[in-house]
């Protein structure tokens, strides 16, 4: 679960949240951590050394769910991924897509990945990125639709 569970998914509040992410400073060392909530614990994000991870949005949890009713949840939610990215394309131009299939495929290898895919594999997030860069800001930013936690795309 993130903080974002239960709540509607939001375009304005999905590209504020990301705006305000580009602007926030990036730790240029140190540990990979996780932050969250100071009330529930949730997941609310992961810095490391110069990137931020962070949840835009999280379907209703899932489990016990099969069939049309997953296919839908996946569908909605690859609805809103297509509608952020289209209005990030507006903002910044065309997005490229970089597969994360290598990860997967190297998943188990003991090979070490650069960050921030290395963090990306540890949390199951192997969905391919829709990414924009290098921005005005010289960041770089990044889409991606996944289901690290078994019962919430």
Wanted: proline share 9%.
């Amino acid at each position: 679960m993130t903080v974002r569970a239960g709540a509607p998914f939001d375009l304005p509040s999905a590209v504020s949240a990301l705006e305000a992410a580009l602007s926030s400073p990036l730790p240029a060392s140190g540990p990979t951590t996780d932050r969250g909530d100071p009330l529930t614990g949730e997941w609310a994000s992961t810095h490391g050394e110069g990137f931020v991870l962070l949840p835009l949005w999280e379907s209703d949890p899932l489990t016990g769910v099969y069939g049309r009713e997953w296919n839908e949840a996946e569908a909605r939610a690859e609805s809103h991924l297509t509608e952020l990215a289209t209005s990030l394309d507006t903002r910044w131009g065309p997005h490229r897509t970089l597969t994360m299939r290598a990860l997967l495929l190297r998943r188990g290898s003991g090979e070490r990945f650069p960050e921030p895919f290395r963090t990306l594999s540890a949390k199951a997030c192997y969905g391919d990125l829709k990414l924009w860069g290098p921005l005005p800001s010289t960041r770089w930013a990044a889409l991606s639709l996944n289901q690290s936690d078994g019962d919430a795309p």
